[in-house]
């Protein structure tokens, strides 16, 4: 799977530099839009055909909250440290990680305070992002297919509902969905809550 990723990315990029007409770029986030929509209506169907899902989401109840929650900590915990090293500011640090892969509202609601926070936010999303359609299938392989939600972040519900659906089960794809849609409306509330910090 992940080998595949990056062939798709590789032609994809060789494609943008030698064939795809210029003037068509303009187009490319409608083009983006409509190819993710047939992505996530293929994972519906195949969550659809899991017929226990809704009763096993039942069954956990308030602790599917709990995936959410702990790649929240992780996510803010992780950026502090690693801001702690380079020196930066901590809320501003934890702000970043608050975005938790939503590139373009953190790198916007950051932009605010100062561009190069803005840069920084979204130059580190895009990289979360990234780095989670390559590690994904390789996590949800070696370490576990629950654990494999945790580096797409608030891109769990979209970009990398397909990727962590083909490289776990429909349950997990489900899990992955309400953990996506929970850290993304922490987004617009973590991200200002930490720059408001001294």
């Not at 187009?27 to 983006?32: D, E, K, R």
């Not at 797409?152 to 990727?163: K, R, V």
Request: net charge positive; hydrophobic share 55%.
């Amino acid at each position: 799977m992940t080998v595949k990723i990056l062939l798709a990315v590789g032609f994809g990029i060789l494609f943008g530099l030698f064939i795809f007409p210029v003037n068509m770029a303009t187009y490319m986030s409608t083009f983006i839009s409509i190819g993710l929509c047939i992505l996530l209506f293929f994972v519906g169907i195949d969550i659809g055909r899991q017929e226990n899902i809704a009763k096993k989401v039942k069954e956990l109840g308030l602790k599917v909250l709990l995936v959410p929650l702990m790649v929240a900590l992780g996510s803010i915990m992780g950026s502090m440290l690693g801001g702690a090293i380079l020196g930066m500011p901590i809320n501003q640090a934890g702000a970043i990680g608050a975005g938790f892969g939503w590139y373009s509202l953190s790198a916007i609601e950051l932009a605010k305070h100062s561009a190069q926070l803005g840069t920084l936010a979204f130059i580190t999303n895009v990289c979360r992002e990234i780095i989670a359609i390559i590690i994904i299938p390789i996590i949800a392989k070696y370490i576990g297919k629950l654990e494999s939600i945790a580096p797409a972040g608030a891109t769990a519900m979209d970009t990398t509902l397909p990727i962590i659906s083909k490289a776990t089960d429909g349950n997990v794809a489900v899990i992955s969905f309400i953990t996506g849609v929970s850290l993304s409306l922490l987004v617009p509330i973590l991200v200002p809550f930490f720059m408001i910090l001294q």
